[in-house]
């Protein structure tokens, strides 16, 4: 049997990222799976770049890896009450990529942050703009992480058991979704 394909993209374009360790904790408790993860060093959207020389190469091989997932997940940090530049800049461009590659792709979104409430403002603007993609997203559980410099051990496990059990139901419920398409 064909391992499912999962994609993951984090929010944050720094290595230590908490949202990349939360990445690599949803991927194990996820299960078996062929992952892949997102590079969102794009350029800057600019219309007239986008008429002059169309759609860049990384974004569509952004694009493309998206529409080959079977799920995607995007764990995003939360910078002024709202998802970084980066991802939203990502997301201007896939929308302008042709074949709508989220479209009905299960999707869970997730964050950590510094703030008490784990970057839930974040999330919840991304599921804002995430509506005119359709994606078919999880709703829930919800997990935002607060106080991100002590989310992870050394080992990079989340050290909220609370946390865990979130994750693990949270990439239950996303697997179901990719296994039934
Ligand atoms: C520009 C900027 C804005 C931030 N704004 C918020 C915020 O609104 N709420 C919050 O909880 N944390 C905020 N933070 C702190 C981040 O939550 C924290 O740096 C987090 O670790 C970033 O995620 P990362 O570890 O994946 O890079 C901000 C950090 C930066 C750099």
Do not use: C
């Not at 078996?32 to 020389?53: F, I, K, N, W």
């Amino acid at each position: 049997m064909t391992q499912l394909k999962l994609f993951g993209i984090p929010g944050a374009l720094r290595q230590n990222s908490t949202n990349r360790k939360l990445l690599a904790a949803a991927r194990h408790a996820f299960g078996p799976a062929d992952y892949a993860e997102a590079d969102l060093r794009l350029p800057l959207y600019d219309g007239d770049d986008e008429v002059h020389s169309g759609v860049p190469a990384a974004v569509q091989h952004l694009a493309d890896q998206i529409a080959a997932a079977d799920a995607v997940i995007i764990a995003t940090p939360e910078y002024n009450r709202a998802p970084p530049g980066v991802l939203k800049n990502a997301l201007d461009w896939i929308s302008r990529t042709p074949g709508r590659p989220f479209r009905d792709k299960p999707l869970a979104i997730m964050s950590v942050a510094d703030g008490p409430g784990g970057g839930d403002r974040s999330q919840y603007a991304l599921r804002l703009m995430l509506v005119s993609f359709r994606p078919a997203l999880v709703n829930g559980p919800e997990l935002a992480i607060p106080s991100a410099s002590t989310a992870f051990d050394a080992e990079g496990q989340l050290t909220s058991e609370r946390h865990r059990a979130t994750l693990a139901e949270l990439m239950e419920t996303l697997r179901a979704v990719a296994s039934r398409r």
